[in-house]
C-alpha cells in the first residue's frame, strides 16, 4: 500500500529531486497529494522553480553562480537521499 500522506521535509526533498531527476511514480503520486493539501509547500516549490529559472539565466550569461564540485555535491545528496 502507498503511503499517500509525506512530512513537509520529505515533499520538499521530493520537490528538488524531480527538478533535476526523474522519480518513481509513487513518489510523484505522494508528492502531487501533498502539494494539494499543503499550501506553505506548495509555495516552496513555486519559489524552487523561480529560484532554477533565475539561476539558468544567469548561468546563460556566463554568471557561475556555483561552482562545478558544489553542483556535483549537490546531486550526489540528492540522488542518495531517496
Do not use: G, P, W
Given at each position: 500500500?502507498?503511503?499517500?500522506?509525506?512530512?513537509?521535509?520529505?515533499?520538499?526533498?521530493?520537490t528538488?529531486?524531480?527538478?533535476?531527476?526523474?522519480?518513481?511514480?509513487?513518489?510523484?503520486?505522494?508528492?502531487?497529494?501533498?502539494?494539494?493539501?499543503?499550501?506553505?509547500?506548495?509555495?516552496?516549490?513555486?519559489?524552487?522553480v523561480?529560484?532554477?529559472?533565475?539561476?539558468?539565466?544567469?548561468?546563460?550569461?556566463?554568471?557561475?553562480?556555483?561552482?562545478?564540485?558544489?553542483?556535483?555535491?549537490?546531486?550526489?545528496?540528492?540522488?542518495?537521499?531517496?
Amino acid at each position: 500500500m502507498i503511503q499517500l500522506l509525506l512530512s513537509c521535509q520529505k515533499a520538499s526533498e521530493l520537490t528538488e529531486k524531480k527538478a533535476l531527476f526523474s522519480i518513481m511514480l509513487t513518489e510523484r503520486i505522494q508528492l502531487f497529494f501533498h502539494l494539494f493539501i499543503c499550501k506553505s509547500c506548495s509555495a516552496y516549490k513555486h519559489h524552487s522553480v523561480k529560484l532554477d529559472e533565475f539561476l539558468q539565466r544567469s548561468q546563460k550569461k556566463n554568471k557561475t553562480l556555483l561552482s562545478e564540485d558544489f553542483k556535483n555535491n549537490l546531486s550526489n545528496v540528492l540522488k542518495n537521499k531517496s
